[in-house]
């Protein structure tokens, strides 16, 4: 019976439907496997497995003081792992085989495999349906961590995250710091000095426990490196350091140098210390000293002659002073 043309479209759509049914099916078994005759496991073929430091520190005026630590003596990395060609109708066993008595958890019905490695060495995480099967070989590696990271000056200076450690020329700097990992991971610190003075001053210098202390050969802005290493891998830390030049006073003036009985005299100067610190004293040479005073300074004179006066500035750490001559007349 003729099929009007009327309807015609409308069958070779249902049946150009059906072939495409059809040849979808077919497409989807045909991606069951990847090529050949073997399952792909995708995920990682290299794993680091390093100690977490975690500390607590209170920063001071002259330092960061690290108040606890705690180190993970017995690290571990879950690392995730899945068939690239997975089919819900199949039955998947997943296993991990390697040092160090490492585990596996079995997620969305057999497609994903999360392990956990714990020591460092060889792994093979396999998978099969049955029929067939595939492998990944893992090399898990140990590198070390160091962490609380300090150290104690002279005075600190904060700058948002970061700090810098401030130390008077010729005072010593303590450094400290908590390392983590395998018993033969190497320890050094690099104090970070260059120039004129690289040749005097330790370059690299092991270390074999903390705190250790180090006296900067002359003023200048360094960086304090702490490196903890071992064939796996390394970690490491920097520590900003700023050198100055002792407490120092310049530029002394008295104004005027000459005067009668009774005038006024203006003393000045112009001090640099470390952060602030130096307490003023002037000896104005008739025996009357003023101490923890401010520059500028007036004083007056009530006896005529010829007097020098002393202008100091001192810490606990350095001190300097200059002179400058008064003359009063009658």
């Known amino acids: 019976m ?3 043309s009327r309807f015609r479209p409308l069958l070779l759509g249902t049946l150009a439907l059906a072939a495409g049914l059809t040849a979808c099916d077919n497409f989807e078994d045909n991606l069951d496997f990847e090529a050949g005759d073997s399952r792909t496991i995708v995920g990682a073929s290299s794993v680091e497995v390093a100690p977490e430091i975690r500390y ?3 920063t001071t005026a002259t330092g960061v003081t690290i108040t606890s630590v705690d180190v993970e003596t017995d690290p571990t990395t879950t690392v995730p792992y899945y068939i690239q060609a997975y089919t819900i109708d199949q039955t998947y066993a997943w296993n991990v085989e390697g040092p160090g008595n490492p585990t596996g958890v079995v997620r969305r019905d057999g497609e994903y495999y999360d ?5 460092r060495g060889a792994y093979t995480v396999t998978v099969s349906d049955g029929t067939y099967a595939g492998t990944e070989d ?11 990271c300090a150290a104690t000056s002279s005075s600190l200076v904060r700058n948002g995250d970061n700090v810098t450690y401030r130390v008077v020329e010729g005072d010593p700097i303590t450094f400290s710091a908590v390392t983590a990992g395998r018993l033969d991971s190497e ?7 260059d120039g004129p003075d690289a040749d005097t001053a330790p370059d690299v210098v092991p270390v074999a426990s903390f705190p250790v202390t180090y006296t900067y050969p002359e003023a200048g802005s360094y960086d304090a490196t702490i490196v903890v290493e071992n064939e796996d891998g390394s970690d490491s830390c920097t520590l900003d350091i ?5 407490v120092t006073i310049s530029e002394c003036t008295a104004q005027p140098s000459a005067v009668p009985v009774g005038g006024a005299v203006q003393f000045n100067g112009v001090v640099n210390s470390l952060v602030g610190d130096a307490s003023v004293s002037v000896d104005y040479g008739n025996g009357v000293t003023a101490n923890n005073v401010s520059l500028p300074l007036q004083y007056t004179y009530n006896t005529a002659g010829t007097y020098t006066a002393t202008i100091t500035a001192a810490n606990a ?3 300097a002073s200059c002179t400058v001559g008064v003359t009063v007349g009658s």
């Open 242 to 246: 700023e050198v100055r030049e002792p």
């Open 138 to 148: 893992v090399t898990v590696t140990e590198p070390p961590s160091v962490g609380a």
């Open 2 to 4: 003729p099929i009007s």
């Open 115 to 119: 392990v956990t490695f714990g020591t």
């Open 317 to 319: 750490r350095s001190n």
């Open 56 to 58: 607590m520190a209170d």
């Open 187 to 193: 320890v050094s610190i690099t104090y970070g000095v």
